[in-house]
């Protein structure tokens, strides 16, 4: 997703926007630009490629001003260009977005006539402002009557010629943050890109804008009128992003998981039961548990149907998020929803919960980021305590949004009177039990490493699982795809013989998932058809398993309900290390973002 920044400072601002910018690259961009003014005069410099890029253009061609905004792109509407960077200017007016506006086209056609540079939604923004400027209107008058015109989702900071102490924010549906400095003034997407700078943040509320001077912030709400928004003291540690001596932020995450699982765990134990501390959560009365989210969050949820409905007889229903809505689900008065999201701004989930609110008895998030814009718009907004996940594919966020689903279908099968109180203390043991099993796991790592080489070589390698295992399989499939870019697919081991199968020859790696479970004879059956097919199956298991496979990984032993929490530490080492193998930009992955702001 896009990241923005402004600045209202006393020094020269451009090494500060671009700086800001190197903390927001975890973002995942393409293109980035910034733009300043100086005594009175407005320019910007733009670059394909990664900030060095910028870096060297503002060497060879420096920008000077105290003033400016900054922009890093992850391409929508129109390549990665520079004609396509982003800021976006016209006239007077340049302007930085993250969003997408839904109505850009029919915008274009209202200014009809104009000389486009670009095929962004966003040179429409600048284009309209800058025309009612012409019209007579100061910049704020004119970027509030912008903003009135725009569908869609955005954050917006606009920049004006001869304004040498003005930035406008802006957000709707994409967040936005104001930093409070002294004699200085900040505007960021986020606590991280702002943390050098401030640690005093004003998140604006959906349909919110500011005129920013270096005086302060003057907020309004959607309806024009003056607002007060809280400001927040942002902890250290939550901005504190760095890759603590190992080589990527994603092995730098999979290795914290025994701490940040253990964190998160005990956040929600209180004594021998499970406790919500942000509030109630009751599913005494619930019909109909409905588990929306995206990608490995989604698999997530697929893993958390099975206890939901085994321990606490709740019928889940599990939706992509990019789905969900358009199906027209049913949902009932009697329904508990719970939006997972790492980042809490994925526009398909934060979409899908706008359309449940009204209609479900609760509408849970459980979340990674507690200011982002699905915590704010759900009824309790659980936390997952993982701390900032920087590299793109999602690891201890994963881990710890089970941790949190197990604590509430535990929670749900006491409140429903399906276990007692020493069957909760028996199941919470377990669930403590698993950080010391993950440092375990995490111990087989270069036994794994071993043997991505071949990973690295194949064209294509499948995951099998059975159970609460074949989410796992998903996930461990995905995470192999968005950093190795080896297609790679995951699916239920009884499964495979109904098509899939065909895949299946030498060449092929397949990665049995088969901890020591009621099913777990059957997934041999189904690893001996692959084998017959001279597939190479990698066991990741914790029995002993029949000869005959190309390599076995042995797992510490654990209570299988449980199982794909500690299993997903082979799942992501496998990917990690097949994808160092290829040289790959494992953080930031070719085409991918952190979190996906546009639908
Ligand atoms: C996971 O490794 C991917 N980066 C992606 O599937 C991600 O899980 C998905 O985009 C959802 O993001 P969220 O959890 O921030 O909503």
Known sequence: MCGIVGVLGDHEVAPILVEALKRLEYRGYDSAGIATVQDGALDRRRAVGKLV?????????????????????????????????HPHRAGRVAVVHNGIIENFRE?????????????????????????????????????????SHLDG???????????????????????????????????????????????RLTYLEEGDYAFVTRAGAEIFDS??????????EIAAQATQ???????????????????????????????????????????????????????????????????????????????????????????SAQSTAVF????????DTLAALRHVRDKAASV?????????????????????????????????????????????????ARQRGRIDAAREAELLTTLQSLPALTNQALALEDQIRRHTGTLARAQTVLFLGRGAMFPLALEGALKLKEISYIHAEGYASGELKHGPIALVDKTVPVVVLAPRDALFDKT????????????????????????????????????????????????????????????????????????????
């Open 53 to 85: 890029n910028l870096s060297d253009r503002l060497v060879h061609d420096p920008l000077p001003g105290r003033s400016g905004i900054g922009h890093t792109r992850w391409a929508t509407h129109g390549g990665p260009s520079e004609a396509n960077a």
């Open 223 to 232: 309806g024009g009128r003056r607002a007060n928004r809280e400001m927040r």
């Open 107 to 147: 915008l274009r056609e209202r200014l009809n006539g104009t000389v486009w540079e670009s095929e962004t939604d966003t040179e429409t923004i600048a284009k309209l402002c800058e025309h009612y400027i012409d019209a007579g209107m100061t910049p704020r008058e004119a970027a509030a009557e912008t903003l």
């Open 340 to 347: 997972v999201s790492q980042s809490g701004e994925t526009a």
């Open 153 to 199: 989702a955005f954050a917006l900071a606009f920049l004006f010629e001869g304004e040498d102490d003005l930035i406008v924010a802006a957000r709707k549906g994409s967040p936005l943050a104001i930093g409070y400095g002294e004699g200085e003034m900040f505007v960021g997407s986020d606590a991280i890109a702002l943390a050098p700078l401030t640690n």
């Open 524 to 599: 041999i059956s189904n690893m001996q058809e692959v084998m017959a097919r001279e597939g190479k199956v990698w066991l990741v298991t914790d029995k002993k398993a029949s000869d005959g496979v190309w390599k076995t990984l042995t797992m510490p032993a654990i209570d299988p309900l449980f199982a794909p929490i500690l299993y997903a530490i082979p799942a992501q080492l496998i990917a990690y290390h097949t994808a160092v193998h290829k040289g790959t930009d494992v953080d930031q992955p070719r085409n991918l973002a952190k979190s996906v702001t546009v639908e």
């Open 241 to 331: 992003i760095d890759k603590g001596g190992h080589r990527h932020f994603m092995a730098k995450e999979i290795f914290e998981q025994p701490t940040v699982l253990a964190d998160c765990l005990s956040h929600y134990v209180s004594g021998d039961q499970v406790l919500i501390p942000e509030g109630e959560v009751d599913f005494s009365q619930t019909d109909r548990l409905i588990l929306v989210a995206c990608g490995t969050a989604y698999y997530a949820c697929l893993v958390a149907k099975y206890w939901f409905e085994q321990l606490a007889g709740l019928p889940v229903d599990v939706d992509i998020a990019s789905e969900f809505r358009y199906r027209e689900p049913p949902i």
């Open 364 to 412: 849970l998030s459980v979340v990674n980021v507690a200011e982002s814009s699905i915590a704010r718009e759900s009824d309790l907004a659980l936390p997952i305590k993982a701390g900032i996940e920087v590299g793109v594919a999602s690891t201890k966020a994963f881990v710890c949004q089970l941790g949190v689903l197990a604590n509430l279908a535990v929670l749900a």
